[in-house]
């Protein structure tokens, strides 16, 4: 996650919930930044203390899966940072990069993607 503020235990138990929505679809080795499961790979920008981890890691099929939760967030900027730099990278490394949200979050998360040209992305709606 960018170290932003954040309604922690909101972001928690989503995470959570999008934990056991993977986990009943098939996917193995989740890691993800929540207590219980190992923590993901975190890329750090140089020459600034801005750091990325993605929301969860997870495999299915052999094949690499990069999922964001997307919650409002006071910060869109560095949100929408994130996301450019995760599908970058997701297609760099031939991974899948998905957006994940929820009831109350569909307007937000639709103008972040289309404000960063990724409105090809389809949302997994929990």
């Keep these: ?3 932003i503020d954040k309604d922690t235990e909101k ?4 995470l959570t919930e999008t934990i056991s929505y993977l986990e009943d679809r098939g996917y ?3 890691k993800a930044d929540v207590e219980g499961f190992e923590t993901p790979k ?3 920008k140089r020459g600034s203390k801005v750091t990325i981890t993605p929301d969860i890691v997870a495999e299915r099929d052999g094949e690499k899966h990069i999922f964001e ?3 409002k967030s006071k910060k869109p900027n560095l949100l929408k ?3 450019m730099f995760l599908d970058i990278l997701s297609e760099m490394k031939k991974f899948r990069f998905k957006i994940v949200t929820t009831r109350g979050h569909y307007k937000f998360t639709n103008e972040m993607l ?3 040209n990724l409105d090809d992305k389809k949302l997994i709606k929990i």
């Design 11 to 14: 972001n928690t138990d989503f």
């Design 114 to 116: 289309s404000a960063i």
């Design 69 to 71: 939760v997307s919650l």
């Design 1 to 3: 996650m960018v170290t």
């Design 28 to 30: 193995e080795n989740i």
């Design 42 to 44: 975190s890329y750090i």
């Design 81 to 83: 940072s994130k996301w």
